[in-house]
């Protein structure tokens, strides 16, 4: 749980800066799946860049290296727009 | 202060040349009766060049509110007007506006809601959004719909503040009808607002923020209350601001106007324009030796409840005019001044008057102080129940 924020100290609207929702790691969300590429098959189109709705998708410079999954929400958008069904959601591991 | 002309004028021509004056950078906006001659009068002007606003002609006052929270957020000096059904359709921004912290100045046009569909005074519209957190202030006559008008965007954009503020104004009585108005130098008055500044981050592509973020129940509860707090601020505000406008003036304001309430016996107490009918009869009646006296409330929100209950302190009965009802509850100024009065021993009396623009005649207010008034004034076959 991050540090909550008394009233008095909160910007006026709640107004959010850069940076500050980086807190929350909404990968925590994720329900039983999580994205998983087969690096063999994958084109570096970036179509999964551009459609991640958290920028889960990281990239070395230009090019495709992994999804960071301490944001990604499991919602499944890269494995639906990969034209090259590179990605694939598997079963999310259960702690033992 | 400077010698100032009377112009005959009506409201809305004051709240336009206050607009004129105040000279925003940006007016969405959306006609609606009584509020029109507003927008038509400032539109004007814009198309002869005597103001520089870029009027935005949106498909509806939800629009009109929407572009108004963009606008004033991207850092420009944002007015609106509306009435009635206007504002109940603008509602749902309203309370957004006020939770985005985005310094509105809105002129509102007091009318009915519907129905039956009427376009009269009463104060419906404005008790609407009574909670929605921004500030309203009631006029009592042209000449006060352009003072506050002139003293609004100093209040919005309060550092302390930053909410919406209505200038409230009853329909027809006060937009439609001309009297002498006391106008201020453009210049002083364009000194006196200053320039558009928020002191926290604007919309700005080289510097991106969030506005108006979701909030989960980790954060809403504290984000309201900050919003509650900044409106509590404004009545300090508002009380400084208006002692810094009578300076340049010559005429007071506050957040309420206590009229003739010394030794008053009997006091009532009422928004908008007919207090200027109370003022009346309250002279005619002292002229024959009756203690009586008014308590306008010239900023309904936030509401000077401290401030109310000292100058009511005296009284023996205090007699609440609200011009909107509140069906299987209390009338909403009623509830007010009874939280107000918690533990006083006054008695305290009401009645809802001059709904969809009903008049309320001296003769009505006479029977309100004599105690002999049926709880709705001015209603066919209700006869004074004594």
């Known amino acids: 749980m991050p540090e909550l924020t008394p009233w008095s100290e909160l910007r006026g609207g709640g107004v959010v800066v850069p940076g500050e929702a980086e807190r929350p790691q909404t990968g925590g969300w994720r329900t039983g799946v999580k994205p998983e590429v087969d690096l063999s098959k994958c084109v570096n189109c970036l179509l999964c860049w551009i459609y991640c709705p958290d920028s889960a998708v990281e990239l070395d410079g230009t090019t495709f290296s992994g999804f960071d999954l301490t944001y990604c929400k499991g919602c499944e958008i890269c494995a639906e727009v990969c034209p090259v069904d590179a990605v694939t959601m598997v079963p999310e591991e259960v702690a033992s | ?386």
């Open chain 2, 1 to 386: 202060m400077t010698e100032t002309t009377l112009r005959l004028m009506t409201g809305g021509e004051a709240v336009v040349e206050a607009m004129r004056q105040i000279d925003p950078d940006v007016v969405p906006v959306y006609p609606i009766t009584p509020q029109t001659p507003i927008i038509q009068g400032f539109a004007k002007f814009v198309a002869d060049g005597k103001a520089q606003a870029e009027l935005v002609n949106v498909e509806s006052e939800h629009s009109a509110m929407s572009a108004a929270v963009g606008s004033a957020l991207a850092g420009a000096r944002t007015m609106t007007a509306t009435s009635s059904q206007g504002l109940a359709l603008m509602a749902e921004v309203v309370y957004i506006a006020a939770s985005m912290r985005a310094p509105i100045v809105m002129a509102v046009g007091n009318r009915a809601l519907s129905g039956p569909i009427n376009i009269h005074c009463d104060h419906s519209d404005s008790m609407l959004i009574r909670d929605s957190g921004v500030a309203q202030l009631f006029a009592e006559n042209a000449q006060e719909a352009y003072d506050l008008t002139v003293m609004a965007p100093r209040l919005a954009e309060h550092p302390d503040v930053l909410l919406p503020v209505l200038v409230c104004q009853d329909g027809f009585t006060i937009t439609h009808s001309a009297e002498p108005v006391a106008m201020l130098d453009d210049e002083d008055v364009s000194s006196f607002v200053g320039d558009y500044s928020l002191p926290h981050r604007v919309l700005d592509t080289a510097h991106p923020t969030t506005q108006g973020p979701f909030a989960m129940p980790d954060y809403y509860f504290e984000l309201r209350r900050q919003q509650a707090a900044a409106l509590e601020t404004a009545l300090d505000a508002f009380t400084g601001i208006a002692t810094e406008y009578e300076e340049l003036s010559g005429r007071p304001y506050g957040p309420l106007e206590a009229y003739r309430l010394e030794d008053a016996e009997r006091v009532i107490v009422a928004l908008g324009s007919s207090a200027g009918t109370v003022k009346d009869v309250v002279d005619d009646l002292r002229d024959e030796g009756d203690p009586v006296g008014l308590l306008r409330i010239v900023s309904f929100r936030p509401f000077p409840a401290r401030e109310a209950a000292a100058l009511l302190e005296d009284a023996d009965t205090v007699i609440v005019l609200d011009r909107a009802d509140s069906p299987g509850g209390a009338a909403p100024l009623r509830a007010e001044v009874a939280a107000a009065l918690y533990g006083s021993a006054a008695r305290l009396d009401g009645h809802v008057y001059g709904l969809g623009g009903r008049d309320l005649h001296p003769e009505d207010v006479r029977e309100i102080f004599s105690g002999c008034a049926p709880p709705y004034v001015g209603l066919r076959g209700v006869a004074c129940p004594a």
